[in-house]
């Protein structure tokens, strides 16, 4: 019984570290991926703030510039950005046969999907804790409490994007198809996510489809970690820290739920 559970955990931490190692090594071999992920919402980031910045004003905030308060959604957007292209990389790997012959592969299915999202994720953070660097430019101080708090919330969201990604990436056939669903119902939720425009100067139904975006409290939960332990009310997420926190996760953990059941149900079919 003990040899069997060794063995479990052992498949278990080969399959999802093997994955997630070339997940990591694969990106490191494609530069272009990093000036994609890392350059462009940078550019648009400068682009639409010095645009911007002395045309829009943020309610109750005269002291904010726009590229103060876009920079969460700047680094919202460098999470989505690499998980789109590392989502990528499950439908090349089932046109060259290799996510074929992970799936019949003894390894646990929630390994597989664990890996996948893991390499992701490393990918994601690692990119948005260098534009992060960028905080003070727009006039958010940084010390380490702040610095722990972001990269924290940007993990918690990096794995919910990746996640979400991946389970479409696992359903699709083609890597045009995919794209076009991505930006079909990312880009969406990207612009209405509460870090290009406030939702209080909005219409009524677009602030109810914000409230039901759950990128909105991603994007709260990023805003109030920059400013982890300030007392100014305009960077405490609407219905406190507790509910962004309690919505980020809930997410993340049924869309990985989601992943995890379409890889069971795929190697079952496979091996059957």
């Known amino acids: 019984m003990g ?3 060794t063995t479990r955990e052992g498949a278990f931490g080969l399959a999802w570290t093997a994955l997630w190692r070339r997940e990591v090594v694969r990106f490191l071999r494609q530069r272009s991926r990093v000036i994609g992920a890392l350059g462009t919402p940078l550019v648009f980031w400068i682009i639409l703030g010095a645009g911007l910045g002395r045309s829009l004003s943020v309610p109750g905030v ?3 510039t726009y590229l103060e308060f876009s920079f ?3 680094l919202l957007t460098i999470l989505m950005f690499t998980a789109i292209f590392s989502t990528f990389s499950i439908i090349e790997d089932r046109h060259a046969g290799f996510m074929q012959g992970v ?9 597989i999907a664990l890996g996948k999202v893991c390499g992701g994720v490393t990918l994601a953070v690692g990119q948005a804790a260098l534009f992060l660097a960028l905080a003070p430019t727009a006039g958010i101080a940084l010390d380490l409490p702040r610095i722990a708090a972001t ?4 993990t918690l969201t990096a794995f919910a994007l990746t996640s979400f990604g991946a389970w479409l990436a696992w359903r699709m056939e083609s890597t045009q198809g995919f794209h076009a669903v991505m930006n079909l119902l990312l880009m969406p939720m990207l612009v209405l996510s509460g870090g290009f425009f406030p939702a209080g100067g909005s219409a009524t139904w677009l602030r109810a489809a914000m409230a039901a975006n759950p990128l909105s409290y991603c994007v709260a939960l990023l805003r109030a970690s ?3 332990g300030s007392d100014t009310p305009h960077t405490a997420p609407p219905g406190g820290v507790g509910l962004s926190i309690g919505i980020c996760v809930g997410f993340a953990a049924i869309i990985f739920l989601l992943f995890t059941r379409a890889v069971s149900r795929d190697a079952a079919a496979a091996v059957n």
């Not at 799936?103 to 390994?111: D, E, G, K």
């Not at 990269?151 to 940007?154: E, R, T, V």
């Open 3 to 5: 040899k069997s559970a």
């Open 62 to 64: 005269d002291s904010m």
């Open 226 to 228: 920059l400013y982890f």
């Open 151 to 154: 990269l924290a919330a940007l």
């Open 103 to 111: 799936i019949v592969s003894p390894s646990p299915r929630h390994a």
């Open 72 to 74: 969460p959604a700047a």
